[in-house]
């Protein structure tokens, strides 16, 4: 009952005096906890950040116990990005909304990819339209997709403005007009990469039509909705594009 794979680590929690309860989304086994003896020691403080690419090898009794992780550091994006807060929002409520979401030891490789991805890009220019993306992609992954080809009540291709937040489906400018007050604004982004004026206004309107379904499908079923790291970045980037709105 062992195996040593890559992680990115989503959360590490204390137990007990110095050990740690460490959730890895691994490249093959999913999402994977373990128990960390001596891994909130001096020496390791560092090692377990969220975002962090580890070699761990888990060893357990039986394949259903919590077992042992022995990890070694690849890469440490946390470090990366401690001067750099905002990006490091994002990395963090990433990590936090995959900890909360995903299923235990069911593989998603293609959601370890794109969270690799992700972090890879984060304080590049336009990071911020790959993060809402990233967070459209999520959807998809867990099987929430939203459908944003043509509208869902002419099944045109032009002019969507909107999203029904009952279907998931985008909605034109003229057959959303009377119900305007309860649909979803759609930005032009997420269905046009070729779009380049993009301001914070508009990724934060990106950000209130992904948050809005990932608090319905995909944390429906947990106890505070998203996380609180999520909701952190989301006020950040309103306060950015407020100021540079003046």
Known sequence: MDWTDEGLVLSARRH?????????LTREQGRHAGLVRGGSSTRN???????????AHWRGRLAEH???????????????????????????SATAIL???????????GLFEKLEALIGCLGEPEWQVRYVQWEL???????????????????????LIYVSPRTGRAVSAAAGREYHDRLLTLPG??????????????????????????????MGDTRHGLPAARERLVDSMRRDAAVKNK
């Open 66 to 92: 919590l077992g042992n992780f022995s990890c070694e550091l690849l890469h440490s994006y946390a470090a990366d990005h401690l001067h750099d807060p905002l990006p490091l929002m994002a990395l963090s």
């Open 45 to 55: 403080r560092g090692l377990y950040q969220p975002g962090n690419l580890l070699r």
């Open 189 to 218: 982004f997420l269905r046009d990469e070729s779009i380049a004026d993009i301001n914070g206004t508009i990724l934060c309107e990106g950000l209130a039509l992904t948050g809005y379904f990932l608090g319905r499908h995909v």
């Open 137 to 159: 992609d999520l959807l998809t992954e867990l099987g929430f997709g939203l459908d944003l080809t043509e509208c869902a009540a002419t099944g045109s291709d032009q002019d």
């Open 16 to 24: 007990g005096e110095n050990s740690l309860i460490v959730n890895l």
């Open 99 to 109: 900890d909360s979401a995903l299923p235990e030891r069911a593989p998603f490789p």
